[in-house]
């Protein structure tokens, strides 16, 4: 039997893993990577609009699989791409970027050929591509095998990128060697893990109160079972901050709502900085957005983080001991606490008139009547997130926003990753205008993959989070050309979709029961005003006007 080339061998040993399609746009360097992937047996090509869009793609599609693949081609592809797959590195989804370049032949002989600066220098952009992951590699016939697996390794023990390249005359010869297939995964120093169980366990033990703060790494490595079952034992109620919304079922009866400091409900508060311990459960971020610009006061002597592969007690760390063996010993000797508040959250609260324009205040709490048990709802940056991270989503409903990474015009394109990576469930996207004007192209590919999901765009001319954050919002640069948005699907080959322009909240609950009960993929365009800003973010704004001085 005749021995697959380097790319076979790379999209066949990357397909077991779980995925089954590749996002990205060709290329003439690339072409032995797409024929690769169009001509495997289990692997579709998902081509997008540009290579950006691809990128966040990839992300939204590993935030559901595990991992992805995205395929670009040499340099104006790769650094196309770079920015949405650095924001997977900041947010942890494990992208396997696959590159191709030129021939060996064009390199050794330094010929002056397209996408290179034209000095007969090749591989200037590999340092570049390669700050984006965790792991890098060039292959070639002979380091295929063990390089791949390495690769693999880093990625998914870190859930981060890594970054492929191969030579286009290089990639079509067969590999060398025996095939491995199987990726060394980190295990826990069972002597650190035992002392690190022991001091968590000790400092539980002397607390009479607490509360569980779950981190999104905890989704991305598929830990959730493991956590609950901790949260369980103990009894403790757990909230979450933006970055981690939803990373556990918000219906559980233990979950008492978000945590963004003092702007919290009075019993997180009370819970989280007034308790005697605080389990980090992963690793939260305690980043400007998710604490309303460093409005948290935990004491840092009351937190026990279990990081990823490191746990922290009382300024000690315990070094090479993984989360989800600290989540299961502990599961299994904690302490069950006594009398408990496990005050749930409430529902936002339907306000405005059928025949009132849409406000802030009275869209979001029609969002939470919209979405259903087991949705994944892909919120952007901005005045979206701010205004759906507070409401409470249902049994099962995930939530993904890029809270710490904060590239506009993600939230379109990795949406489409959510819709293809799990066809059974629906993607709610819900974007502004300003972000979805970046990537808006993507929306003919989710008609050309047949994916369904409902999407809300807010149209409040021009960029509102930008706008919320100034003294004087109406500086030039925050306006938008005027796109009639509820026409994009259409023209983008979207033909039977149900669309809809609404400015009533009369019209926005027909439009939301038309797209409840249709069959075919939804997009409603909400007309919003220009200077009206969800609470939320209106305290951020705030806040972070007077920690910057603006």
Same mark, same amino acid.
């Given at each position: ?52 869009? !691809? *990128?966040? @793609?990839?992300?939204?599609? #590993?935030? /559901?699989?595990? $991992?992805?693949? =995205?395929? +670009?081609?040499?340099?104006? &592809? ?75 390794? !880093? *990625?998914? @023990?870190?859930?981060?990128? #890594?970054? /492929?390249?191969? $030579?286009?005359? =290089?990639? +079509?010869?067969?590999?060398? &060697? ?373």
């Amino acid at each position: 039997m005749s021995r697959p080339t380097v790319v076979e061998y790379v999209v066949d040993r990357l397909s077991k893993l779980g995925i089954s399609e590749c996002f990205g746009v060709p290329g003439d360097y690339a072409f032995p990577f797409d024929d690769a992937i169009a001509s495997h047996g289990s692997v579709d090509w998902l081509g997008c609009s540009n290579e950006l869009n !691809a *990128a966040y @793609a990839a992300d939204g599609y #590993a935030r /559901i699989r595990g $991992a992805s693949m =995205l395929c +670009t081609t040499y340099a104006v &592809g790769e650094l196309s791409a770079l920015n949405g797959v650095m924001g997977a590195k900041a947010e942890r989804s494990a992208i396997f970027h696959l590159v191709g370049m030129s021939s060996m032949r064009h390199q050794l002989r330094r010929k002056i050929v397209h996408h290179t600066l034209g000095d007969g220098v090749f591989q200037n952009f590999i340092n570049i591509s390669a700050q984006a992951a965790c792991a890098h590699t060039v292959l070639t016939p002979d380091n295929c095998v063990y390089e791949l697996e390495r690769v693999i390794a !880093a *990625a998914m @023990a870190n859930r981060q990128p #890594a970054y /492929i390249i191969v $030579a286009e005359d =290089l990639a +079509t010869r067969p590999i060398m &060697g025996p095939t491995v297939e199987q990726y060394p995964e980190p295990k826990s120093d069972q002597d650190e893990l035992k002392a690190a169980v022991d001091a968590a366990l000790a400092k539980i033990a002397d607390a009479k109160t607490g509360c569980v703060l779950p981190a999104f790494t905890v989704s991305r490595f598929g830990f959730q079972a493991e956590l609950t079952a901790l949260i369980e034992a103990s009894g403790l109620p757990f909230a979450t901050t933006a970055m981690d919304k939803a990373v556990l079922s918000e219906a559980h009866p233990q979950y008492i709502g978000g945590y963004a400091g003092k702007y919290s409900a009075p019993n997180v508060v009370e819970a989280v900085e007034a308790g005697d311990v605080v389990i980090n459960a992963g690793g939260v971020l305690f980043t400007d957005i998710s604490t309303a610009a460093f409005a948290n006061t935990i004491d840092p002597a009351k937190i026990i983080t279990i990081g990823i592969d490191a746990t922290h007690i009382d300024g000690q760390v315990f070094s090479n001991v993984r989360m989800r063996d600290m989540f299961v010993a502990l599961a299994r000797e904690v302490k069950k606490f006594d009398g408990v508040d496990l005050q749930r959250p409430a529902p936002a609260e339907l306000v405005g008139g059928s025949d009132d324009p849409i406000t802030a205040d009275s869209l979001y709490p029609r969002y939470q009547r919209f979405f259903a048990a087991n949705d994944v709802v892909v919120a952007e940056t901005g005045t979206s997130a701010t205004g759906v991270g507070g409401l409470l989503l249902p049994d099962g409903a995930a939530y993904h926003n890029q809270t710490l990474w904060g590239s506009i015009g993600w939230a379109t394109g990795a949406a489409l990753g959510t819709a293809v990576a799990d066809r059974s469930r629906r993607t709610v996207l819900i974007t502004g205008e300003g972000s979805h004007q970046l990537t808006a192209n993507e929306i003919g590919n989710y008609g050309r993959h047949g994916v369904k999901p409902a999407i809300f765009v807010l149209n409040n001319e021009g960029y509102a989070v930008e706008r919320s954050l100034e003294d004087y919002p109406d500086w030039v640069y925050n306006d938008l050309a005027p796109w009639d948005y509820h026409t994009l699907p259409a023209a983008l080959g979207c033909k039977d979709w149900f669309t809809a322009k609404v400015k009533t909240n009369g019209e926005l609950e027909a439009a939301m029961n038309k797209a409840q009960q249709a069959d075919t993929a939804s997009y409603i365009e909400i007309v919003g005003g220009k200077h009206d800003y969800p609470e939320g973010l209106k305290i951020v704004g705030s806040r972070t006007s007077e920690m910057y001085g603006i």
